[in-house]
C-alpha cells in the first residue's frame, strides 16, 4: 500500500467512526455501499432476469462506481467489459457503437446486464456465471463436468483459478450487503 493509500485508508477509518458515532452503521454502509445509476440498473437487471442486488454487487467489484474504470488488460467501464466481448455482443443487439461506448454508464450496464443474463441463462446460478464472466464460459463448461469442481453439472463447489474463486466470493458477498441493505423483504 503506497503511503498515500495508507493515509486516505486512515482517514476513511476515521471519518467511518465519527459516521457510525453519530449517524449508525447502516447509513454508513450505504455510503459504502451506494446505488448509483439506479434507473439503468433497475430497468436491465430486470429486463435480463438479474436481481438489482447481483448488478449493484458486480458495478461495486468491478469498478467501485467509476464510469471512466480501465483494468490494466483494458476492461473498461462500470461492469469492466472487454472490448471485444462489447463488439461479440454487438453482433447480437445490432448496436455499432465505439469502444469508447463503455465508459457512458447505461451502455455498460446494458451490455454488463445483458452479457450476464446470457451467461445465467447457460449456467444456472450466479457463481457460475460470476466464473464464467471472470475466467471465460469455456473453462467453466469443463469445470462443470469435471468431479473435482462440481458434482452435479451445474454448481461450482470449488474453482480452480485463486482470482476467480476470490472474485465470485467477493461479489457474492457484497451481493448479500446489498440485498441486506436495499432489497431485504422484511425492511
Not at 498515500?4 to 465519527?18: A, D, E, N, V, Y
Not at 454508464?105 to 441463462?121: D, R, V
Request: aromatic letters at 14%; proline letters at 3%; one cysteine or more.
Amino acid at each position: 500500500m503506497t503511503e498515500k493509500k495508507k493515509i486516505l485508508h486512515s482517514l476513511l477509518i476515521f471519518i467511518l467512526t465519527l459516521s457510525v458515532i453519530f449517524f449508525g452503521t447502516v447509513s454508513i454502509l450505504k455510503v459504502l455501499y451506494p446505488i448509483d445509476y439506479n434507473k439503468f440498473v433497475e430497468i436491465y437487471s430486470k429486463e435480463n432476469n438479474l436481481s438489482p442486488s447481483f448488478v449493484f454487487a458486480v458495478i461495486e467489484c468491478e469498478s467501485g462506481f467509476d464510469k471512466n474504470a480501465e483494468s490494466s488488460v483494458g476492461a473498461r467501464g462500470l461492469m469492466q467489459i472487454m472490448p471485444e466481448t462489447f463488439f461479440w455482443l454487438q453482433t447480437k443487439t445490432g448496436e455499432k457503437l465505439s469502444d469508447d461506448a463503455l465508459y457512458d454508464p447505461e451502455t455498460s450496464i446494458k451490455y454488463g446486464c445483458y452479457f450476464y443474463g446470457m451467461l445465467m441463462q447457460e449456467f444456472k446460478n450466479e457463481e457460475a456465471a460470476l466464473a464464467a464472466y471472470h475466467a471465460g464460459m469455456g473453462n467453466v463448461r469443463k469445470w462443470l463436468q469435471d468431479e473435482r469442481y462440481s458434482l452435479d453439472g451445474e454448481t461450482l463447489y470449488d474453482i480452480p483459478f485463486p482470482s476467480t474463486k476470490n472474485y465470485v466470493h467477493k461479489v457474492m458477498k457484497t451481493k448479500n450487503i446489498y440485498d441486506l441493505l436495499y432489497y431485504r423483504k422484511d425492511a
